[in-house]
């Protein structure tokens, strides 16, 4: 079945760690997205990849870095430099940028310890 | 920063009753979609209108777009138990704009239908 893998499901960091969130998925997706989403909130846009090997910042990218090497892939890494990084963290992927909708992952919930 | 913004934050109804769900949003759009989310999951695509189009039905879901007002509704007709789950509206911003191919979601609508 296609889909999209984010793992883990729960992560704890300690302070002034980086840590890597993945994102995986089979569905031969063009565009992935990484969104944080904070208790009772929506979703806010981290980095999304329209292309291997190409990304863009979204609203709040900053104490965040992504890459994309293969398409299959698109791994989040919270450094240290974000200050506020327990949260529950969304990948998804989509059909290029047109009218499609997006599949998402299970998400990944981050907490500071 | 979100453009979507959705009304009511919280809406609790009666199994078979109607849930009715609003969203509105700031700039020109290419469509608009909604989501569902159940606690602690990820987000499943339910429904995608164009801007172009005025009406959508999918099931027991229909979505209508007003891009005069800047608004979309959502209605899930002859509510379920199962339904219970956040309901987020989403939309993509048309070409030229700053939210040209951004998804960028609203805050959502908690339902809770009661059995």
């Known amino acids: 079945d296609g889909g999209i893998t984010q793992s883990p499901k729960y992560l704890f960091r300690k302070e002034g760690q980086n840590v890597t969130l993945s994102c995986e998925q089979n569905l031969n997706h063009d565009a992935m997205y990484w969104y944080r989403q904070d208790p009772g909130q929506g979703l806010r846009l981290i980095y999304y990849?329209?292309?291997?090997?190409?990304?863009q910042k979204g609203d709040i990218a900053e104490g965040y870095s992504v890459s994309r090497e293969k398409k299959e892939s698109f791994p989040l890494t919270v450094t240290s430099a974000q200050k506020n990084p327990t949260a529950f963290y969304l990948c998804?992927?989509?059909?290029?940028?047109?009218?499609?909708?997006?599949?998402f992952g299970s998400g990944t919930r981050l907490t500071v310890v | 920063s979100q453009q979507g913004e959705e009304d009511p934050q919280a809406l609790s109804i009666q199994e078979g009753e109607n849930a009715t769900m609003n969203c509105s949003y700031k700039?020109?759009?290419?469509?608009l979609q909604w989501y569902r989310q159940n606690s602690g999951r990820g987000l499943v695509h339910l429904i995608l209108?164009?801007?172009?189009?005025r009406e959508k039905h999918s099931g027991r879901l229909r979505v209508t777009l007003d891009t005069s007002k800047k608004s979309s509704s959502l209605l899930i007709t002859a509510s379920r138990a199962a339904d219970t789950a956040s309901y987020f509206c989403?939309?993509?911003?048309?070409?030229?704009?700053?939210?040209?191919?951004?998804?960028?979601f609203g805050q959502g609508t908690i339902l809770t239908v009661h059995p």
């Open positions: 700039t020109s759009i290419n469509n």
């Open positions: 990849s329209q292309i291997v090997n190409d990304f």
């Open positions: 209108i164009r801007s172009n189009e």
């Open positions: 989403a939309s993509r911003g048309s070409a030229g704009g700053t939210s040209y191919g951004k998804l960028t």
């Open positions: 998804a992927s989509s059909r290029e940028t047109g009218n499609y909708g997006y599949t």
